[in-house]
């Protein structure tokens, strides 16, 4: 297998279900056949296994569906959340920002040892940053020396950021050109709390939010409860990463976190983080074509002025996908443990079908 694609691309269904609000029993037909129907076409397009969760106004319905011999997921299932992860960072600038702790217009600030590029006279921002306008490429430039294929932020450390950085070049002035970033989000990460990251996510995001599944570091019941990462059907090791973990890259979550999170996305005024959510959707760079960026969300719209806000995510063998539209009141999270290459330029199959649950799940509202 080729190293540097795989990390940078990084049957008869049995359904279940899992409570979150205790409503998904008065979940109405039509809304469980179509839940069953996009499950049904995402284990066709590969996936062993695989979890979805709505929410639909006031009603919430999770169900869970695998292949023949394969074990069920439902709501509690432990999945690598993968570049979904980055929603939380952003969401901790946003309180640092909204408590007066920093700007989102403040240059990136790292300890001396790590030199931070440049290129033209404006230096790198928070902003640029959490919505990948910074310049800086998708990866380390020496993250994949002597890495694992399987697990290929395991072994990188500190020494090897400051290292890597004095090598890194800027594509474009900062603030110029939107180019997605596992980097730059890794910074944000850094910037916000040196060395500290996945403690800072906890403190300011994942605590707060009651969202205690959503983690780096699993706990013995949710080793009990984790599914399995493939990589083209054949099982993987899960990702781990201290060093860059702002980017989403080693955290693990499960559906029912997900419809909590995205809970809040749709109501922040029913959420402790009212004020850094709304400044998380708030579109703050625009990246053409329609789409334009919140801190770290992905704004596009859809027809009749109305706006899809996203984000997926993939590490070595799972893939998951956040949508939600604040206008209809509906949300849509799938959770998957396999991974296949996709050609450049087109969505996986997984980003297409949960999209598509929610133009349909839109279009009954």
């Excluded at 809304?31 to 009603?59: F, H, K, M, Y």
């Excluded at 960072?89 to 990136?108: F, K, N, S």
């Excluded at 910074?134 to 994949?144: I, T, W």
Aim: net charge positive; with cysteine.
């Amino acid at each position: 297998m080729n190293r540097r694609t795989f990390i940078t691309t990084a049957a008869t269904a049995a359904a279940g279900a899992s409570l979150l609000s205790g409503t998904a029993a008065a979940a109405d037909d039509t809304l469980r056949a179509q839940v069953r129907r996009t499950l049904d076409q995402v284990l066709a397009a590969g996936s062993p296994s695989a979890v979805c969760g709505v929410i639909q106004g006031e009603r919430t319905y999770v169900a869970g569906a695998a292949g023949k011999g394969k074990r069920t997921p439902n709501g509690r299932t432990v999945f690598q959340l993968g570049s979904i992860g980055k929603t939380l960072t952003a969401t901790a600038l946003a309180r640092a920002v909204t408590a007066g702790e920093t700007r989102l217009d403040a240059p990136l600030t790292l300890p001396a040892r790590f030199p931070i590029p440049r290129k033209g006279p404006r230096r790198i921002t928070l902003a640029d940053l959490a919505t990948h306008s910074s310049g800086l490429p998708s990866l380390p430039p020496n993250l994949l020396d002597g890495a694992n294929p399987y697990d290929p932020y395991a072994r990188y450390t500190l020494d090897d950021l400051a290292e890597g950085l004095a090598k890194t070049t800027l594509a474009t002035e900062p603030g110029e050109k939107y180019a997605y970033s596992n980097l730059g989000f890794g910074l944000l990460g850094q910037a916000l709390a040196f060395d500290r990251v996945d403690a800072m996510l906890r403190h300011r995001v994942t605590a707060p939010l009651r969202l205690a599944d959503t983690t780096t570091t699993l706990r013995p019941d949710m080793l009990l409860r984790k599914a399995v990462g493939h990589y083209e059907g054949t099982p993987v090791p899960d990702w781990h990463d201290r060093v860059l973990s702002g980017a989403g890259t080693s955290v693990y979550s499960t559906v029912d976190d997900m419809l909590r999170f995205l809970a809040a996305q749709l109501r922040p005024e029913r959420s402790p983080l009212r004020d850094a959510i709304e400044l998380t959707q708030r579109p703050h760079f625009t990246a053409g074509r329609g789409l334009r960026l919140g801190l770290a969300w992905h704004l596009s719209p859809l027809p009749g002025g109305r706006t899809m806000i996203l984000h997926n995510g993939q590490t070595g063998g799972f893939g998951t996908c956040a949508a939600f539209n604040r206008e209809s009141g509906t949300a849509v999270v799938m959770m998957t443990n396999n991974v296949s290459p996709v050609p450049e330029g087109k969505d996986r199959p997984m980003d297409t079908l949960t999209y598509g649950l929610l133009d349909d799940l839109d279009a009954g509202r």
